[in-house]
């Protein structure tokens, strides 16, 4: 299912920063990528998980809810499917101003909603990028980006 979300993004949001993926009809989409070669189990799948993104998105941030010092628990089934390098690429972009804790929730909800039993950080990547896409935050999308495409890594220089 995430290769068709990174298909989707790659091809039709990514690529046109004036595109709203609202606005594209989803049965031409769907076509599109069913010629595309993929599964239709993982393309309504991907549908799904993208309308719940926006979904997400759309709703309000309470920023009380986020205190500077509060502490993150992850749950079990978090620390089962989602690998520790992944954790740590979330903490250095928190730390580093680029996503806010609600974000950082949201990536972690959206990663806990695939299909796959195991979650790497190129996953956790390419959902941090959507999310900062898809809430128009350009600035710190092009940073994330810099992280997924980037052979040595993220850095802060």
Not at 99 to 105: A, G, L, Q, S
């Amino acid at each position: 299912m995430l290769e068709v979300l990174i298909f989707m993004f790659q091809n039709y949001f990514g690529t046109q920063p004036q595109m709203n993926p609202a606005d594209i009809e989803e049965d031409f989409l769907a076509q599109e990528l069913t010629q595309a070669g993929f599964d239709h189990n993982d393309i309504v799948g991907a549908f799904d998980w993208y309308k719940q993104l926006r979904c997400l998105i759309s709703q309000p941030y309470h920023q009380y809810l986020a205190n500077p010092t509060s502490i993150r628990v992850y749950i079990d089934q978090e620390l089962e499917r989602i690998d520790a390098e992944s954790f740590g690429f979330l903490s250095f972009v928190e730390q580093a101003g680029v996503i806010k804790p609600n974000e950082r929730d949201l990536i972690i909800d959206r990663a806990m909603a695939l299909k796959q039993k195991n979650i790497t950080i190129e996953e956790v990547r390419w959902i941090t990028m959507m999310v900062l896409w898809n809430d128009n935050r350009k600035k710190d999308y092009l940073f994330v980006e810099d992280a997924v495409f980037n052979p040595k890594g993220l850095t802060l220089q």
